[in-house]
């Protein structure tokens, strides 16, 4: 059992993981990482409540479908098994979904991560914890009536080429068949948190940011930190005050670019050492101007 994408016709399939091009998966063995579940049947509304988590508490959303046509689409070796396996309509193995999960997770730089639509079942679950070493912090369930669901998808503008009755039906069946059994796994040990998703939007983020507060602080702990540290950088600005010198202008226009690339920064830190190479550069090899 895997992950299926589009696929109807489930066919365990034996698959090299060795071909996924990722050496090292593991995480640095002092970070904790943490990870949430987001589970919820088609229509239930997750996509627009994982958008507000990552707005308000500084998590990272990966959506397990999007990582999967995302390598299909990139032509890689990986991305045309996948699609291949699809169009044998056979189901893309646990490993090769979670390899795309830890490689996008040590990618983003992030350590919270919103998990969207995976574990799709048992299978899927226990190859993640195994695999990762990783147990989630909890599971946000988005618990939606089908009638609801059925009435969002068929009211989108852009839908699903097979957002239909039949297909929601089937799609919300196998929802209910796989994914419920993952929830009651994990609602016996305590760690299911349980949103009435046909609410409107609003009062159900309501929900989620009381799930949510204790990571409140944390995010505005990381932003305080990022705005202090681009605000320190360029008063430790080499002081370079060179008369006539075509090195102090170019310096000055430097720092003020470098202020903008810190403001928009994954690693400031490293972006201030570039940028100061990049100057102690200049000033040894510009000319002065008489």
């Not at 044998?88 to 730089?109: D, F, N, Y």
Request: aromatic share 10%; proline share 5%.
């Amino acid at each position: 059992m895997g992950t299926m994408l589009d696929a109807t016709v489930d066919v365990p399939v034996a698959v090299e993981t060795s071909k996924l091009q990722d050496a090292d998966e593991s995480f640095p063995g002092d970070k904790k990482i943490t990870v949430v579940f987001v589970l919820g049947g088609p229509g239930s509304g997750k996509g627009t409540q994982c958008a507000n988590i990552v707005q308000h508490f500084g998590f990272t959303h990966l959506s397990a479908g999007d990582l999967l046509r995302a390598e299909i689409k990139s032509g890689s070796e990986n991305g045309t098994m996948i699609q291949n396996m699809i169009k044998e309509g056979k189901i893309v193995p646990s490993e090769v979904t979670i390899k795309l999960l830890q490689r996008a997770m040590r990618e983003s730089g992030n350590d919270k991560f919103l998990i969207d639509g995976f574990p799709r079942n048992e299978e899927n679950r226990a190859a993640f914890e195994e695999v990762t070493k990783i147990e989630p912090e909890f599971v946000l369930f988005f618990d939606c009536p089908e009638e609801e669901m059925q009435r969002r998808i068929l009211g989108r503008n852009q839908g699903r080429e097979d957002d239909n009755i039949e297909t929601i039906r089937k799609r919300f069946k196998v929802f209910m068949e796989s994914s419920l059994p993952v929830i009651e796994y994990y609602n016996s040990k305590g760690k299911v948190r349980k949103i009435d998703a046909g609410k409107p939007i609003e009062e159900v983020f309501e929900d989620v940011k009381e799930i949510f507060s204790p990571y409140s602080a944390q995010a505005n702990l990381f932003r305080n930190l990022k705005v202090n540290t681009i605000m320190r950088f360029p008063r430790r600005w080499p002081d370079f005050r060179i008369e006539g010198s075509l090195v102090t202008w170019w310096l000055r226009v430097a720092r003020r670019v470098l202020f903008r690339i810190l403001s928009k920064a994954r690693s400031p830190e490293a972006t201030y050492i570039f940028v100061v190479c990049i100057a102690m550069f200049a000033y040894v090899h510009i000319p002065a101007v008489e």
